[in-house]
């Protein structure tokens, strides 16, 4: 995919922790480690499609900065 369909993509994505900071990494700014942590868990979580969720993933390196780690997407019935 290319970058102004994924600049597309996430600009019209839900507002979330990360949001503005993946936008200026696809932009091509550099972001400092704590912003670029939140950027890549708002990536690898498909831009938090699925609302504010932890990843469930305590073998990545970078768990432990995730922003909504032990949330849990509320049960729809």
Same mark, same amino acid.
Request: aromatic content about 10%; proline content about 8%; some cysteine.
């Given at each position: 995919?290319?970058?102004?369909?994924?600049?597309?993509?996430?600009?019209?994505?839900?507002?979330?922790?990360?949001?503005?900071? &993946?936008?200026?990494?696809? @932009?091509?700014?550099?972001? #400092?480690?704590?912003?670029?942590?939140?950027?890549?868990? *708002?990536?690898? /979580?498909?831009? &938090?499609?699925?609302?504010? @969720?932890?990843?469930?993933? #305590?073998?990545?390196?970078?768990?432990?900065?995730?922003? *909504?780690?032990? /949330?849990?997407?509320?049960?729809?019935?």
């Amino acid at each position: 995919m290319d970058i102004k369909r994924r600049l597309e993509i996430v600009k019209n994505a839900p507002k979330m922790k990360g949001q503005s900071l &993946y936008i200026k990494y696809l @932009q091509g700014d550099r972001l #400092p480690a704590s912003q670029a942590i939140l950027c890549k868990c *708002y990536g690898c /979580m498909g831009y &938090y499609a699925d609302g504010k @969720q932890d990843c469930k993933m #305590p073998d990545c390196s970078l768990y432990p900065w995730m922003p *909504y780690k032990g /949330m849990t997407a509320p049960v729809r019935e």
